[in-house]
């Protein structure tokens, strides 16, 4: 695990939309680090398509040798599918970018970490840093700068549609008090 900071680390020497592929550079070689563990395609770990990963490479990562380009897009459970929406719908961004992003956030969302940790990102503040960039919409909604994760359940449950409020590995985690202290 890397050690976190309140200040969001950013690659140097890069500014505006080239800061994507340092991004995704980091979400890609943590993805790429689990597809070597044995759990799963980078396909799976991404929750994106062979071919939606085929125009992300193309487009930001040219040289990049990809595997598992073949396979298709993941199946997404409901509540997978919940967030993937309400980040699309958030972000009111309509770029192939924000399309990749709320796929990926959305399925590392599942995972029992921090976010940013199972997004392999240096720290909380990088995350953040990165929704700004990408995702404005999405950033500008969590003005109360809740946890990525339980800001996504409690705008789910804020729909009388739904019925998830805690995040599904919250109630494992030694610092669920952090998170879900009054506010």
């Known amino acids: 695990m890397r050690p976190s900071t309140d200040q969001p680390v950013a690659p140097p020497a890069l500014a505006g939309s080239a800061l994507f592929g340092a991004d995704i550079m980091y979400i890609l070689e943590h993805a790429m680090a689990e597809r070597a563990a044995g759990q799963g395609p980078l396909t799976d770990r ?25 396979l298709p897009a993941p199946e997404r459970p409901s509540d997978q599918q919940a967030i ?16 990749w992003l709320s796929a990926i956030i959305s399925r590392r969302a599942m995972e029992t970490r921090h ?8 720290n ?9 960039r990408h995702l404005p919409g999405l950033a500008a909604a969590n003005h109360a700068n809740m946890r990525w994760k339980k800001f996504f359940y409690r705008q789910i449950c804020s ?14 985690c030694p610092e669920r008090a952090d998170c879900f202290a009054p506010d």
Not at 89 to 96: I, N, Q, V
Not at 115 to 122: N, S
Not at 124 to 132: N, Q, T
């Open 124 to 132: 909380r503040a990088y995350l953040s840093a990165m929704i700004r």
């Open 115 to 122: 976010l940013w940790e199972d997004l392999g990102l240096p």
């Open 84 to 99: 993937a929406t309400l980040i699309l719908w958030k972000s009111e961004a309509g770029t192939p970018e924000a399309r």
């Open 46 to 70: 991404l929750g994106l398509s062979g071919a939606d990963l085929t125009e992300l490479r193309d487009k930001w990562l040219p040289n990049a040798l990809l595997p598992d380009l073949h």
């Open 159 to 172: 729909d009388a549609a739904f019925s998830l409020c805690l995040s599904p590995t919250c109630d494992d």
